[in-house]
């Protein structure tokens, strides 16, 4: 494996994944590695959502200081793993994201020895790795979803989500780096950015405030996905869905972006969350933001403690939950 030192610093490491080349030429992911101190064989791998890519170090530290290995993936074409000819963010469906989740986990359990793998993900992050779990239960890969506002449904009127399942064969036949006229609201990269309202500071090249251009075989590839785990998936081991409490639609930043998810709708999310498998916690977060370990300090202590209660009582303890239980 190729190994070097990772953008973040000293104690992060990162490691080149290649992967198949596709029609742009040259395909690799990026696994960023962080050791827990003490030798331990539990961790966790991370994945980020659409526009993103992953420089919250506060989250490794979290992980970390419960003795837990730290593991966060770059997805192709995005963050470190974009290449110059590459179109941003790019796929023709979610799947072709499983092979870099497959050879990270390859990794993480059979090269670094770890024995224990809660999966945490982010938005579109949180769709992918559902569907991945789904298809991998039954072999032991992992123990626990823990999943930051999935991107489990379109954040529009039910018209407009009907009109584009309406259309969805003549998205599939548009050309693959076809531009939907969709404007998305800056108010969210303003809320974060240190530049504009908010206290993190991070790539603007990996992660505009303006967000990626919308493909038209990027939005077919995510409501194909949507739609199959509306369905119902069977993922095997408990999962703990976190959104925020409230939701707004907003055009540009006010202030109440730093309050709210401006990104997705979190009725939707909590919905749709019993259906990714027969064990699912869902808990809502009061001034929750999109990436809910974003939020504000007091906000993201709460997501914190949160899941390090639903870690004991679940992932650290079972590796199966019981058979049919939603709570």
């Not at 997805?75 to 989740?101: A, M, N």
């Not at 939020?295 to 997501?303: E, H, Q, W």
Request: glycine share 8%.
């Amino acid at each position: 494996m190729q190994v070097e030192e990772d953008i973040l610093g000293p104690g992060y490491e990162a490691i080149v994944l290649p992967m198949e080349d596709d029609d742009e030429g040259e395909v690799v992911a990026t696994l960023v590695r962080r050791r827990a101190p003490g030798g331990s064989r539990r961790a966790v791998l991370y994945l980020h959502g659409f526009t993103d890519y992953f420089f919250q170090t506060h989250l490794a530290d979290f992980f970390t200081a419960k003795g837990i290995n730290f593991y966060a993936l770059d997805l192709r074409k995005y963050g470190r793993s974009l290449r110059p000819h590459q179109t941003r963010g790019l796929v023709r469906s979610v799947t072709d994201y499983f092979p870099e989740l497959d050879e990270a986990v390859r990794v993480i359990r059979e090269l670094d020895g770890n024995d224990h793998l809660i999966l945490n993900a982010h938005s579109t992050g949180g769709l992918v790795a559902s569907l991945w779990a789904d298809r991998v239960r039954g072999r032991g890969r992992v123990q626990a979803l823990i999943l930051n506002s999935p991107f489990l449904d379109l954040n529009v009127p039910a018209p407009v989500r009907g009109l584009a399942d309406l259309i969805k064969r003549g998205v599939a036949r548009a050309p693959v780096r076809a531009v939907l006229p969709i404007v998305l609201t800056t108010a969210y990269g303003m809320s974060l950015h240190t530049d504009h309202h908010g206290e993190w500071t991070y790539d603007l090249e990996w992660k505009p405030i303006e967000g990626f251009a919308v493909h038209a075989t990027w939005i077919g590839a995510i409501r194909r996905a949507q739609r199959r785990l509306h369905a119902g998936l069977a993922v095997d081991v408990p999962v703990l869905v976190m959104c925020a409490s409230k939701g707004l639609r907003l055009t540009a930043y006010t202030p109440e972006a730093m309050e709210a998810d401006v990104v997705l709708d979190p009725a939707q999310i909590a919905l749709w969350s019993t259906s990714i498998g027969p064990h699912v916690t869902c808990v809502r977060i009061p001034n929750g933001v999109h990436d809910l370990v974003l939020s504000a300090k007091p906000v993201r202590a709460r997501v914190f403690d949160q899941m390090d209660r639903w870690m004991t009582t679940f992932a650290d303890t079972q590796a199966h939950p019981p058979a049919m239980e939603t709570t």
